[in-house]
């Protein structure tokens, strides 16, 4: 294949464009958990993605009070989401699935909820176990996912620890869920539409498609939800209000494209030895209607767990 790369691959720090500043707004976050009544939901919380890096999941749930340390589940009945992308990059996305599977656990049992978004490297880890090398027609040529994970950073420690259990639970997660006047979604593209009019249709879609197990058709929604910037320059607002306006909710929050390439601060020259970008917090952008949770911890930057609603 060369240089060429398969259709819906994930560019990495070397390719992804850089966005210029100007169109994002840095936002400092609470980090007292808000108290919730036995009679009302608890507060609620998201977690960016975060691509195999365990212990720093664990240090960012840890110093919001989600969870002690032993990493067990401290929170009551808080409420937690995940937007997707466990695996690939990091270190250990396997063992990643497995705290987010056991903390569910927990938090049910202490009265909260701790669930968890699809990410378009879910889809493409299901994709390389499932079909490896098998050809599937990328409309510009020929991919297979096995290609695609490996150029998307897949580890071959998670592979070999894979489980039918990971498998199943990530198979069976939802793409896009409405919260407290939050539309959670992963990734910052309008292609949800593709697949429903409600929340409820994108999800049941996607369920099916897996289920199905076609290799081209796995393809096409992994292809399609590794889209990404379609909230940003001067048709993002509208955008993310084809979102809102089919689904419900106030605000769109997302992760996927990194926080540092809608900062314009990776990419420069400069000497300094594991300078990473700097993140303080979650950004609002799309005349404040979106809000991006990815904060690039693959290249030195944040794994982001805040509590929403934020305030300016």
Same mark, same amino acid.
């Given at each position: 294949m060369g240089d060429e790369q398969p259709d819906g691959y994930t560019p990495t720090e070397? #390719?992804? =464009?850089?966005?210029?500043?100007? #169109?994002?707004v840095q936002v400092r976050t609470v980090t007292e958990p808000a108290p919730g009544s036995e009679d009302s939901p608890g507060p609620l919380y998201v977690v960016g993605d975060?691509? /195999? +890096? *365990? #212990?720093e999941l664990l240090a960012a749930l840890a110093e919001q009070g989600l969870v002690d340390a032993d990493g067990k589940w401290a929170a009551g009945n808080a409420r937690l989401w995940f937007l997707g992308d466990f695996t690939d990059r990091g270190p250990d996305g396997i063992g990643v699935i497995d705290l987010v599977m056991r903390l569910s656990a927990e938090a049910a049992a202490a009265g909260g909820y701790c669930k968890a978004l699809m990410g378009n490297h879910e889809l493409l880890l299901i994709g390389a176990k499932r079909f490896a090398d098998t050809p599937v027609n990328s409309g510009a040529g020929t991919a297979t996912f096995q290609a695609a994970w490996l150029l998307n950073g897949g580890q071959k420690a998670d592979m070999e620890r894979l489980q039918d259990v990971h498998l199943q639970w990530m198979s069976r997660l939802d793409a896009v869920v409405e919260q407290d006047g939050h539309?959670? *979604?992963?990734s910052d593209t309008?292609? +949800?539409l593709d697949y429903g009019s409600t929340i409820e249709d994108v999800n049941d879609t996607i369920t099916a498609i897996l289920t199905r197990n076609d290799a081209d058709e796995c393809w096409d929604l992994f292809r399609k939800l590794t889209k990404r910037f379609a909230f940003r320059d001067e048709g993002g607002p509208q955008a993310v209000r084809e979102l809102l306006s089919t689904y419900g909710g106030q605000r769109v929050v997302h992760g996927?494209?990194?926080? =540092? +390439? *809608? *900062? /314009?601060?990776? %990419? %420069? @020259? %400069?000497? @300094?030895e594991d300078s990473g970008p700097v993140i303080n /917090? =979650?950004?609002?952008?799309a005349d404040g209607l979106a809000i991006a949770m990815d904060g690039g911890v693959t290249m030195a930057g944040k794994l982001l767990v805040v509590q929403l609603p934020l305030h300016d």
């Amino acid at each position: 294949m060369g240089d060429e790369q398969p259709d819906g691959y994930t560019p990495t720090e070397r #390719d992804l =464009p850089v966005i210029r500043r100007g #169109d994002t707004v840095q936002v400092r976050t609470v980090t007292e958990p808000a108290p919730g009544s036995e009679d009302s939901p608890g507060p609620l919380y998201v977690v960016g993605d975060v691509h /195999g +890096y *365990l #212990d720093e999941l664990l240090a960012a749930l840890a110093e919001q009070g989600l969870v002690d340390a032993d990493g067990k589940w401290a929170a009551g009945n808080a409420r937690l989401w995940f937007l997707g992308d466990f695996t690939d990059r990091g270190p250990d996305g396997i063992g990643v699935i497995d705290l987010v599977m056991r903390l569910s656990a927990e938090a049910a049992a202490a009265g909260g909820y701790c669930k968890a978004l699809m990410g378009n490297h879910e889809l493409l880890l299901i994709g390389a176990k499932r079909f490896a090398d098998t050809p599937v027609n990328s409309g510009a040529g020929t991919a297979t996912f096995q290609a695609a994970w490996l150029l998307n950073g897949g580890q071959k420690a998670d592979m070999e620890r894979l489980q039918d259990v990971h498998l199943q639970w990530m198979s069976r997660l939802d793409a896009v869920v409405e919260q407290d006047g939050h539309l959670l *979604l992963h990734s910052d593209t309008t292609a +949800y539409l593709d697949y429903g009019s409600t929340i409820e249709d994108v999800n049941d879609t996607i369920t099916a498609i897996l289920t199905r197990n076609d290799a081209d058709e796995c393809w096409d929604l992994f292809r399609k939800l590794t889209k990404r910037f379609a909230f940003r320059d001067e048709g993002g607002p509208q955008a993310v209000r084809e979102l809102l306006s089919t689904y419900g909710g106030q605000r769109v929050v997302h992760g996927h494209s990194p926080i =540092p +390439y *809608l *900062l /314009g601060e990776v %990419g %420069g @020259e %400069g000497g @300094e030895e594991d300078s990473g970008p700097v993140i303080n /917090g =979650p950004h609002v952008y799309a005349d404040g209607l979106a809000i991006a949770m990815d904060g690039g911890v693959t290249m030195a930057g944040k794994l982001l767990v805040v509590q929403l609603p934020l305030h300016d």
